[in-house]
């Protein structure tokens, strides 16, 4: 099984900084293909950072150039740097593979979330 351990959400003004912590551990996790959603309230989640193939990275347009997600493959720790928040940012973010873990449970697989981090952008 995978456990996911999103932190470092918080309240912040618009034009502000927060930087997300992601430990993964568990069987099943690799850091490879690692991203971050967010989903904000009455909306479906989204993915907004994720490690492609070779390394590489995308983003949502949303986010491109505000937005930039890094790993430290030692530690199994994702994080996304989050710089000119806007009010619309404002969500729980949730770190996972593209596509999500799952779990298996009752003998069915499920999609896999941790808590997540909120956070909150102020205008």
């Known amino acids: 099984q995978v456990q996911l351990v999103e932190s470092g959400g918080g309240l912040v003004q618009a034009g502000g900084s927060l930087r997300l912590s992601c430990a993964g551990s568990?069987?099943?996790?690799?850091?490879?293909?690692m991203g971050w959603y967010r989903q904000a309230p009455g909306k479906q989640r989204e993915l907004v950072a994720v490690?492609?193939?070779?390394?590489?990275?995308t983003y949502a347009a949303s986010v491109k150039g505000r937005f930039t997600i890094s790993r430290d493959n030692a530690k199994n720790m994702v994080y996304l740097q989050m710089n000119g928040l806007k009010p619309e940012d404002t969500a729980v973010y949730y770190c996972?593979?593209?596509?999500?873990?799952?779990?298996?449970?009752?003998?069915?697989?499920?999609?896999?979330w941790g808590q997540g981090t909120q956070v909150t952008v102020s205008s």
């Open positions: 490690f492609t193939s070779g390394g590489h990275t």
């Open positions: 996972n593979a593209d596509p999500p873990f799952l779990r298996v449970v009752g003998g069915l697989k499920y999609p896999y």
């Open positions: 568990g069987s099943i996790f690799s850091i490879n293909g």
